[in-house]
């Protein structure tokens, strides 16, 4: 790890990390950490313990992540192999590139279509893929069976959890949209008002539905009673989805990208997500430079990671999406020869424009999941049902709240990321590690949209390049462009803005930029470090102790 180096923009962080041995789950809500520490304690391992965890969110964060969502799952296992489970969501077979009617060819507005109807409502709502990616995850890798995984999540739905101010704040963002429907206007906005923190949560029909999934596994969703409800409720109300679509859905299990960086390699997905390829891209651009001895926070180090972060959007605006239907030129955009030449292009003296690089902009609505165990497994999953809950429609009977991942295709035709039957959504997800000299050191992750993998990659030089601890990494504050205003949170000081400014940069203050941060350090010693910042209600809890000594016998007198 690098040396600690001076900070410009200086913090303090608001959270204390945990210290374990035998465990460790950071979620971004303290019921889901639990379901997911209650596994490990019951002899499961990571996997069941990040699938517990994800099941528990979809009652206590419904907003942010369901069973009809999608997500990526990026598993170290505990003989150094690194898998990554794509369960993202898909278009219907019956979609077509002009099924929307899109309200501006500007680059702003082009994801805008005419009555929200990519955004609210049956047609919003694409093939899910998190239930069945969950599912095998646990069947491939973990050792629990599903019934006990899902015990937790089943006793929150039944019991209730008490509402937090977070889930009060995000049901006042949409609450006009979830009054269209009656279901989720009984649960969130009882009286026509969001429901108040402290008020219990009880979910009896999404209960009966993990009962269902618990007794029949995902077959209950694609192929069973959960699926011809869902597909029954689109024939009903124009979406698209049927049973064909729920029975086509694949998980496919993908490898990752790999790229190196001061010593440490770096391993996070490959295509359709943005972020493995442009995380390495961008740390093979600082490579050039010293970027500790700029000093955190500096007008320097904030413009230079700017720079980065515009050239990977604009080579992601024109080479980046589902692979199975355009060419992504991974290698590339992941050589250090062309890192070079994209380096060489950067002028620490002003602001460039370095091509199409703006984008619409993607959901910021997410969660996310880093869970590791004592045997070496280690989970870093990003979910989401898209928007603050997804499509604002819950399947009746059921409780299942619908995606909106529709929004994140281009609803003009003939693009990169315009709508295909079968193709899969892009995604910025960045479940993310890092290992050093062949061992595992950082795995980490979190929601934002857009914001989620600059995030993760300014976590990643927080690590490595000023030897942050991990709380700092996580908490310390972050900047975001694509190309058109450099956003800054608070902590970055006024005289550094106004140097960023007059090297052109558009500057806007944001109290927030991306989501709440979970991530694990892992020490030579055995032990785990479990960080959440202060962006969500991110709570590490790990597990210390262990059995008895071996052959221990108490003396009786």
């Not at 490898?255 to 001061?262: C, E, M, N, S």
Request: charged share 20%; hydrophobic share 45%.
């Amino acid at each position: 790890m690098a040396s600690p180096t001076r900070r410009i923009a200086d913090f303090t962080c608001e959270k204390q990390p945990a210290t374990g041995s035998r465990g460790m789950v950071v979620t971004n809500h303290p019921l889901a950490s639990s379901a997911g520490a209650e596994m490990l304690i019951r002899d499961g391992n990571a996997i069941d313990a990040a699938v517990a965890s994800l099941f528990a969110l979809t009652v206590v964060e419904p907003m942010m992540v369901g069973i009809l969502g999608g997500g990526l799952s990026h598993i170290r296992l505990a003989d150094g192999r690194h898998v990554v489970l794509d369960g993202l969501s898909t278009a219907p077979s019956r979609a077509d590139p002009g099924m929307y009617d899109p309200v501006s060819d500007e680059i702003a507005l082009a994801r805008e279509t005419r009555g929200r109807r990519n955004v609210i409502g049956a047609l919003a709502v694409a093939v899910p893929g998190a239930l069945k990616g969950w599912c095998e995850a646990l069947e491939r890798y973990g050792r629990l069976p599903l019934a006990e995984v899902m015990a937790p999540a089943i006793r929150l739905a039944e019991h209730g959890f008490i509402a937090s101010p977070y889930l009060n704040d995000c049901v006042r963002l949409v609450a006009s949209d979830l009054a269209r429907d009656p279901r989720l206007a009984a649960l969130f906005l009882p009286g026509g008002a969001p429901v108040k923190a402290g008020t219990r949560v009880i979910q009896s029909d999404y209960a009966a539905s993990l009962h269902l999934i618990a007794d029949q596994g995902p077959g209950a969703l694609y192929g069973g009673a959960l699926g011809a409800a869902l597909a029954s409720y689109m024939a009903e109300n124009g979406g698209l989805i049927d049973a064909a679509d729920l029975a086509a859905y694949r998980v496919i299990e993908r490898a990752p990208i790999r790229g190196f960086y001061r010593g440490h390699e770096i391993i996070g997905p490959p295509p359709p997500s943005s972020s493995g390829v442009h995380i390495v891209q961008m740390l093979n651009i600082l490579e050039g430079f010293d970027v500790g001895g700029l000093g955190f926070g500096s007008a320097d180090g904030v413009h230079l990671l700017a720079e980065a972060l515009k050239i990977a959007f604009a080579d992601r605006a024109v080479a980046t999406a589902d692979p199975a239907f355009v060419d992504v030129p991974v290698e590339r955009l992941t050589s250090k020869v062309y890192a070079a030449e994209r380096r060489a292009q950067i002028d620490m003296s002003r602001a460039r424009s370095f091509g199409p690089g703006l984008a619409p902009t993607e959901s910021a609505n997410t969660t996310h999941v880093t869970v590791a165990d004592a045997e070496g497994n280690v989970v870093a999953a990003t979910q989401t049902i898209n928007g603050l809950f997804g499509a604002c429609v819950q399947i009746p009977g059921t409780g299942m709240t619908a995606n909106n991942y529709m929004y994140n295709f281009d609803p003009h035709p003939g693009r990169a990321l315009s709508i295909q039957p079968g193709k899969r959504v892009f995604t910025s997800m960045a479940p993310m590690m890092a290992l050093r000299d062949g061992r595992l050191r950082y795995a980490l992750g979190l929601p934002g949209g857009l914001r989620i993998f600059p995030s993760a990659f300014q976590a990643l030089v927080n690590l490595i390049d000023h030897g942050m601890s991990l709380q700092e990494a996580v908490e310390a504050p972050r900047l975001w462009t694509q190309g058109g205003v450099l956003e800054l949170e608070p902590a970055f000081p006024d005289h550094v803005a106004r140097e960023l400014a007059a090297r052109g940069h558009e500057i806007r203050r944001e109290p927030v930029v991306a989501g709440g941060m979970n991530a694990i350090a892992f020490g030579d010693d055995g032990t785990l470090t479990g960080a959440a910042c202060w962006r969500a209600d991110g709570t590490p809890i790990a597990i210390s102790g262990g059995r008895a000594r071996a052959g221990l016998r108490f003396a009786i007198a």
